[in-house]
């Protein structure tokens, strides 16, 4: 019995022992689960991780790339904007210069009716004096035939006295 008894008590040792083993084996089966699914977690966490970074980054890029666009377009708007404001300059200045060129003719006109009138003036005036020389020899060769009329007449008129 002795035997028996120690056989049985070995039994329960093993038996405790495979037991423990078991749950050894159960817990250590849980924590390689526990383990894997808290790497998948973590691998998972990382992919996202990884996912939002390549999305921010996308996101970066477009947000760049519109950044981008947009200023060439004000660039392009801005140049549109200082060609139109040259192309207005340069309409006002030919407007200025063909204003200025009017000018210049005008008073270039001006001055050669002014040019004509005086010497249509000074011609007036030329031949006027003219005229009235004219009629102051008239007057005086008329007044001196006149005298020398009335100093024939009186001679006569004398003569005739006489008579």
Not at 28 to 53: F, H, M, S, Y
Not at 115 to 144: Q, S
Request: zero cysteines; charged letters at 55%.
């Amino acid at each position: 019995m002795y035997r028996l008894k120690e056989v049985e008590s070995k039994l329960q040792y093993e038996e405790q022992r495979l037991k423990e083993t078991k749950q050894k084996l159960k817990d250590l089966e849980a924590q390689r689960i526990k383990e894997r699914e808290t790497q998948i977690i973590a691998e998972r966490d990382e992919q996202k991780a990884k996912e939002e970074e390549l999305r921010l980054k996308d996101q970066q890029q477009k947000n760049k790339e519109r950044e981008e666009w947009a200023i060439k377009k004000q660039q392009a708007a801005e140049e549109e904007e200082q060609k139109l404001r040259e192309e207005e300059l340069k309409l006002k200045e030919a407007e200025q210069q063909r204003k200025l060129e009017a000018k210049i003719e005008e008073e270039k006109r001006n001055k050669e009716e002014k040019e004509k009138l005086r010497e249509w003036e000074r011609k007036f005036d030329e031949e006027h004096k003219i005229k009235e020389e004219e009629l102051i020899r008239k007057f005086y060769k008329n007044h001196e035939i006149n005298k020398t009329n009335i100093s024939e007449e009186e001679t006569n008129n004398n003569n005739e006295e006489k008579n």
